[in-house]
């Protein structure tokens, strides 16, 4: 078995399954930081050498450049350069209408500095409300960094096909959109992967396993409600609402159990398993505190899904109400169920973090 990898744009190569970093975030429960960062040399040596995080997961970003440091250090630079970086740049809600140019690139020094390399490999542009400021000259900016060398590749979050054509029309090369997709969430399949694909564009897929519901863990467990400490648990909670009752949730790991019993796997692998099988999908995010979980990930790569399986699978997700409309549709309404638990600033004032 060997893990898979594939190519965004000529010289950049990920691992289909990335290791996800939200999840070491705030407010997503305990993480024990220097046990989370020993862990990361196990997925590199195990062949998942590609790490998603984001200038607004709070700590995720310091975390791997101080993975990236040590590794260095011991095993040389060829070890750590190995180590593939995607990160994102989120500016504030309340900053948007003004946001100035040297404040973009602030915010891309900063997570330089903080991953401790001279080049981000991937930022994955996002603006919370395209009707606010000046987007397009944002990407502008990040155009021009690419060009100076510090940034590899450029992609997007979390946006449809029609916020993006604007870009697409302004002649930007965007390599990847990340956006969520699942066995629970289809919609990347309601025009988005078409589009993706006549505009040379690959997805990178995170909600891969809705924050861990999508596990052995829940199944057969009672509807919890929407109670949870962590946010991400709220979050994919919401979108198994979307999809169907508790019981059709819980039909819908059962089918995934015997499909993975079939081929002696788990069944969070086959719902991995079914992500990277989709048109246009480069990658799905798997989030990971710890290496713990590492043998399961693995077996993504140990099979494969056949037409009976599709077909067992199809029979409870044909019955699914949702999610429906466009991807980020329901999130990105703030005063929606969905959009009322998200963060919109977090990222503090850029000259202030790099300069202070």
């Known amino acids: 078995m060997s893990v898979e990898t594939t190519d965004l744009r000529p010289g950049h ?21 220097a046990q989370a960062i020993r862990d990361m040399e196990a997925f590199v040596d195990a062949g998942l050498f590609t790490f998603d ?64 390399v001279d080049q981000l490999d991937l930022v994955q542009f996002f603006w919370w409300d395209l009707s606010l400021g000046d987007a397009v000259a944002s990407l502008d900016v990040l155009k021009t960094l690419r060009q100076k060398g510090k940034i590899k590749t450029l992609g997007t979050t979390n946006w449809d096909r029609q916020p993006m054509q604007r870009f697409i029309d302004a002649g930007f090369d965007i390599a990847s959109a990340q956006v969520q997709f699942s066995v629970l969430d289809r919609r990347p399949q309601n025009g988005l992967t078409d589009w993706a694909a006549e505009n040379d564009m690959q997805l990178i897929c995170y909600g891969t396993l809705a924050g861990g519901f999508i596990t052995e863990k829940w199944l057969g467990v009672p509807d919890p409600g929407f109670e949870f400490e962590n946010r991400s648990l709220i979050k994919y909670r919401l979108v198994i609402d979307e ?44 989030g990971a505190r710890y290496a713990r979980h590492l043998p399961q990930t693995l077996q993504t790569f140990a099979f494969a899904l056949d037409a009976e399986d599709h077909a067992t699978l199809n029979a409870v997700l044909d019955q699914a109400d949702g999610p429906k409309g466009d991807v980020y549709s329901l999130e990105g309404d703030r005063s929606s169920r969905h959009g009322r638990i998200m963060k919109y600033n977090l990222n503090a004032n850029p000259n202030d973090a790099v300069h202070g």
């Open 13 to 33: 190569t990920i691992a289909r399954v990335i290791r996800g970093g939200w999840q070491l975030a705030g407010d997503h429960g305990p993480v024990d930081r």
């Open 53 to 116: 995080c984001a200038d607004i997961y709070t700590g995720v970003e310091e975390m791997i450049g101080d993975f990236i440091a040590d590794l260095r250090m011991r095993r040389g630079a060829s070890v750590a350069d190995r180590v593939c970086v995607h990160t994102k740049l989120v500016p504030d809600l309340t900053r948007l209408a003004d946001l100035r140019a040297d404040e973009v690139e602030a915010i891309v020094d900063r997570s330089l500095m903080r991953l401790k």
């Open 243 to 286: 999809f169907g009752p508790w019981d059709r949730f819980q039909a819908l790991l059962t089918v995934l159990k015997t499909v993975g019993d079939k081929h002696g796997v788990s069944l969070s692998a086959v719902a991995t398993r079914w992500v990277l099988d989709q048109p246009q999908v480069a990658a799905g995010i798997v």
